[in-house]
């Protein structure tokens, strides 16, 4: 059974331009978040979607956009890249008919670094 | 708002036992949850308790009081696999947010 997956793992950009990041849920999950995590720092909570729908943001600029396909899968899209963009991007996967979907199972993320 | 607050570090030896605290600020939330994160690698789920009292989990326990807003995970016969970063997390009530603390860094000595 396939766990969450991301891609790329790694990605080098410039400030002002954009990224596109990937993930696949684990099977059977219909639920995703997305989190920031800086160096030394817990994850910090981007948003999540669930049927293709964002159902709740934190707090996070607008430059900061994302999409849930059919499958389940999910994009996150940051805009006009800052330096302080750079951190650890982490997907997680829940099932949201499952104890209100606690138990998050995260992807393995991807290394931003804007310069 | 809401906050988890954490120790930084905790150092331990190998076969000890170690509890790491979590203590919180928050106007409700559905339960706790811990997570183990190694350096390089994603964050795993080790437990959740969503009433009072204590969660067991092999070496691991959990435990809460939602009356003293605060809890804690316990990591019994300590192991050098186990030095790693934990996180305690909420899921803010009436919402889908998960909060996460800053992390405890575990240092496991032989």
């Known amino acids: 059974d396939a766990g969450v997956t991301q891609s790329p793992t790694h990605l080098i950009k410039t400030r002002g331009q954009q990224v596109t990041l990937r993930c696949s849920p684990k099977?059977?999950?219909?639920?995703v978040s997305w989190y920031q995590q800086a160096l030394g720092q817990g994850p910090q909570f981007i948003f999540q979607?669930?049927?293709?729908?964002?159902?709740q943001r934190g707090n996070f600029p607008d430059r900061f956009s994302g999409h849930q396909f059919p499958n389940y899968s999910s994009e996150l899209n940051v805009n006009a890249l800052l330096l302080g963009d750079s951190a650890l991007y982490l997907c997680?996967?829940?099932?949201?008919?499952?104890?209100?979907?606690?138990?998050?199972?995260f992807g393995p993320g991807t290394r931003l670094t804007v310069t | 708002g809401q906050s988890l607050e954490q120790p930084s570090e905790v150092t331990a030896v190998e076969g000890a036992i170690v509890q790491i605290n979590c203590t919180y600020q928050?106007?409700?939330?559905?339960?706790l949850s811990w997570y183990q994160q190694h350096d390089g690698g994603a964050p795993t789920f080790l437990s959740y308790?969503?009433?009072?009292g204590l969660e067991e989990t092999g070496r691991f326990s959990s435990f809460l009081s939602r009356s003293d807003s605060y809890g804690y995970l316990l990591l019994q016969e300590l192991q050098m696999k186990d030095s790693a970063s934990y996180f305690c997390?909420?899921?803010?009530?009436?919402?889908?947010?998960?909060?996460f603390g800053a992390g405890t860094r575990l240092f496991v000595k032989a």
């Open positions: 997680a996967s829940s099932r949201s008919l499952t104890s209100g979907g606690y138990e998050q199972y």
């Open positions: 099977s059977g999950h219909d639920t």
């Open positions: 979607y669930y049927e293709e729908e964002e159902r």
């Open positions: 928050t106007s409700g939330f559905y339960g």
């Open positions: 308790n969503a009433l009072d």
């Open positions: 997390a909420v899921r803010e009530a009436g919402g889908f947010k998960t909060i």
